[in-house]
């Protein structure tokens, strides 16, 4: 809590940010957290609800096991300890959304104590200790002006499985809690057990924001902000709110603890409710349901599925494969981003060269052609194999790179093989100095101005006569024998 | 309504216990369709006097009673239960039959599912004629806190038939079902069961399902059956009682055949008579009764012996912090937004302050609002927290006494059935009604009240057998080798 501000840390006027996360992560278990529905995304108002769902009279919750294994991969993922015995309980409070007035969380006893998230800041990995993680199930939603002079609900969402994690407020910039943010996501993801996809609401977030003079260990008034519905959201809101908070301080007023709402169309935050109008929400342990137990035999039977997670993972791809920091993150972000890059290195392609590919023209295709499920990439462009083929046909000197990226879009949706398609077109490029040397002569005496001024020294006018050769050539021509070539015809 | 069939032939069918009844069905004696308009003629003919039900289902009674004999004709077995018409506490619900829990915001409330112990009495072929009056939302031991009507005593119709499942006692002591369904939180299948001298069983904890049943306080409410003899209470527990998937709170353990070894007698038990539940006040005749009772069982082998609970006096208040901080939560629903009563205002904040305003009862938002205070911040330690310590407790005394017992013998209440009206203005009175079954919800322990003798006035008077957890056989054993060796349950109010 008092460690010394971190070099990325936000500091203005002698105040440092004391940030704390509450994330709600809607789990992807295929029926809700206590009933059969489904808990699928979307769908017609009112279609995926039963009498549970919608707290009719009488009705009982029966808890989804598949839901507490997912809670339990979390809680490892994050080094928590899992309590062998945890219990729901409600939290009470009116509102349209809220089927049986009270919602069916866990309060005194969670399942998940004591972990940390592992974050990059700057290229150095930090940890941000995290409170608790725990089970609840979401609420309905409200549909304003639906209708005229009212509103309407809509209960598909009521009873989705929902995991809260509790950071603790050990974030000090807008900047890493962005990151801390996109870490959880990422871990969440390998998972297979959130989308987290913020638009949609299956991975949602408020912050607890606070100043204080730095050096201090006390901790300021703390402002909750609700109502940021993306990363950039949640940083600009933070940031917004920092800043309100110390010019406040400095202008003499007092930080009253309150509720703000973030407002991304005018950029700012508004209060909303203040402590005195907050709930009492009276929870109490839920009588419905037993208390929950999980034997350590399920714990472990649960880490034995784990896969290897973002973090070991960029670790591993500096240094089996040889990768820069920021390269290792960016392929291991998402699992089958990182499962792709090590398709293609299984199927013979250099690491750097792969890494090139992925992280450039294969991720780009992916986010023109919205091949992208927030969870997974339904289709890749391209196959693993097909980017090693490419990437070797390179590397052997058989195509030049310029030629590789135009055979890529003819690859779409096929499993054509490059080398199949370079040999039927004769697109290898062309190495004999022979011919080389005749086209490099004309392109001389083509353009005597630039060839003058390359032989003054000019050494950036090498490009346009490269360029020139290469079309010639069709663009077959190995670029680094043309450039060689071509000093060489200039120097005698 | 017009029945057909002669008067002597309906009055000896509806005079017919649950397995003499089903047994006849079974022996083609009778078509269930017989017994059913039996019943509904009986209904008919006591129904100005007692007024039990809320509602009749006729239709849909005789045609399950068709679909009974069609089964019977076809060579099937129709169940234990075959062809039986039956009553249901109208907070248990019953698909496309209103279920209102006595109370006014719910009062056009139709279930789309059944309650898992409805579903259970038709898979064991009882016909449902109709849904019995209530305390609203079980909360009461009068059933004078019905918003929908008023249920009076079979025995003496200027008195209460005891509460919360007041239709239910009345409607069997009447003989207007053969057995009903009653719920019983605090003793709101006991209680009416001893005012209206019937035989009435408030289950262990956990052996019957709560799905569908319209919930009170979650942690005590249990469905219990309402029935003329303790051989009836046997097989409509075995009916409803087992595993349900839809509760979490309902026990795996096997459902035994309670019918088997009733008859095996009291000889060589361990009967304790707990001290503190033979109180000073309490009415004399219901003293003398019950250790006339004790006595009997003595006789008949078994050993008598006097135990202590010493946190009973504790026992009501624990019950009104754990019961009404449950229902404060529990009645939430109720708000006007999805079903039920919706009185519209300017603001969400006033439909909701209307609409529970006007669909709640006196009791029930007094209960509300004690709940709600129990466990607001600050209060939540010294009240919701103690009372479940306290709980602890009271379950121990049990424990420690049921160790050396096979099960306790005590009085129900202290008196017989009180005027209708005598304790409406004072709740604190009202609730001391309950201070001899309390302990037991408290507890999760079984418990059976059988008929064991009458006031002065004729007002029934029972006989409470406290069993162990999941020892229900035990204790029907006993109140079966009682009523042996009794005429009280023979008793009936109307002829």
Sequence with gaps: ?492 | MSVPGSPAVSSALHECSVREAAARVRRRQVSSVELTRAALARIEAVEPRVGAFLARCEAEALAAAEAIDRRVAAGDDPGPLGGVPVGVKDNICTAGVRTTAASRILESFVPAYDATVTAKLRHAGAVIVGKLNCDEFAMGSSTENSALGRTRNPWDPERVPGGSSGGSGAAVAARAVHAALGTDTGGSVRLPAAFCGVVGLKPTYGRVSRYGVIAYASSLDQVGPVTRDVADAAVVLEAIAGHDPADSTASPRPVPAYQDGLDAGVRGMRLGLPREYFVEGMQPEVEQAVRAAVRELERLGAVIEEVSLPHTEYAIATYYLIATAEASSNLARYDGVRYGLRVPGQSLGEMYERSRAAGFGAEVKRRIMLGTYALSAGYYDAYYLKAQQVRTLVRRDFERALERCDALLTPVAPTTAFRIGEKVDDPLTMYLSDIMTISVNLAGLPALVVPCGADGAGLPIGLQVIGRHFDEATMLRIGYAHELASDWHRRSPIP
């Design chain 1, 1 to 492: 809590m008092s460690e010394p501000a971190a070099s990325g840390a936000w500091t203005l006027d002698g105040y440092e940010a004391v940030i704390g996360l509450e994330v709600h992560a809607e789990l992807l278990t295929r029926a809700k957290v206590f009933c059969g529905c489904s808990a699928a995304f979307g769908g017609e108002p009112n279609t995926n609800v039963c009498p549970v769902c919608l707290g009719m009279p009488g009705v009982l919750p029966v808890l989804n096991r598949r839901v507490v294994e997912f809670a339990i991969r979390a809680g490892l993922a994050s080094s928590c300890a899992i309590a062998p015995r945890s219990r729901f309980a409600r939290k009470n409070y009116f509102y349209p959304d809220l089927p049986k007035g009270y919602q069916i969380s866990m309060y005194e006893q969670p399942l998940c104590e004591h972990g940390w998230v592992e974050l990059l800041v700057d290229g150095r990995p930090r940890r941000v200790g995290l409170t608790r993680i725990h089970l609840e199930e979401d609420t309905g939603k409200n549909v304003h002006d639906a209708v005229a002079g009212g509103s309407l609900v809509d209960f598909n969402r009521s009873g989705v499985p929902l995991l809260e994690i509790v950071g603790e407020p050990e974030i000090r910039s807008p900047a890493e809690a962005g990151a801390y943010l996109r870490a959880l996501r990422s871990v969440l993801q390998y998972l297979e057990i959130c989308d987290g996809n913020m638009e949609e609401g299956s991975f949602r977030c408020d912050a607890n924001v606070s100043v204080r003079p730095l050096g201090a260990t006390a901790l300021g008034t703390k402002v909750e902000i609700k109502n940021m519905n993306s990363f950039r959201n949640v940083e600009r809101a933070v940031a917004w709110e920092l800043q309100r908070q110390v010019r406040a301080l400095q202008a003499g007023e007092r930080l009253v603890q309150e509720t703000r709402l973030w407002d991304p169309e005018r950029e700012e935050t508004r209060s909303m409710r203040s402590k005195e109008h907050a709930h009492d929400y009276r929870y109490f342990p839920e009588p419905d349901l037993l208390p929950l137990e999980v034997p350590q035999e399920w714990v472990d039977e649960v880490r034995a599925t784990l896969p290897e997670l973002p973090g070991p993972r960029r670790r591993r791809f500096e240094r089996d494969h040889g990768l820069s920091a920021y390269d290792a993150d960016v392929l291991t972000q998402r699992k089958d981003v990182a499962d792709y890059f090590e398709a293609g290195i299984a199927a013979g392609a250099q690491p750097k060269e792969m890494a090139n590919w992925v992280t450039t023209e294969i991720l780009r295709l992916v986010r023109e052609r919205k091949l992208d499920d927030a969870l997974v990439i339904r289709d890749w462009p391209v196959t693993p194999a097909q980017v090693a083929a490419l990437s070797q046909l390179v590397d052997a000197g058989t195509i030049n790179r310029g030629t590789a990226k135009q055979l890529l879009p003819r690859l779409l949706g096929t499993d054509d093989d490059p080398a199949a398609i370079v040999r039927r077109e004769g697109l290898a490029q062309v190495s004999d100095r022979g011919a080389l040397e005749q086209a490099v002569r004309d392109v001389i005496a083509r353009c005597p101005e630039q060839a003058a001024q390359l032989r003054a020294g000019k050494d950036k006018v090498i490009g346009f006569l490269v360029g020139q050769v290469m079309k010639a050539t069709g663009g077959k021509a190995n670029p680094q024998l043309v450039q060689e070539l071509l000093k060489a015809a200039l120097a005698s």
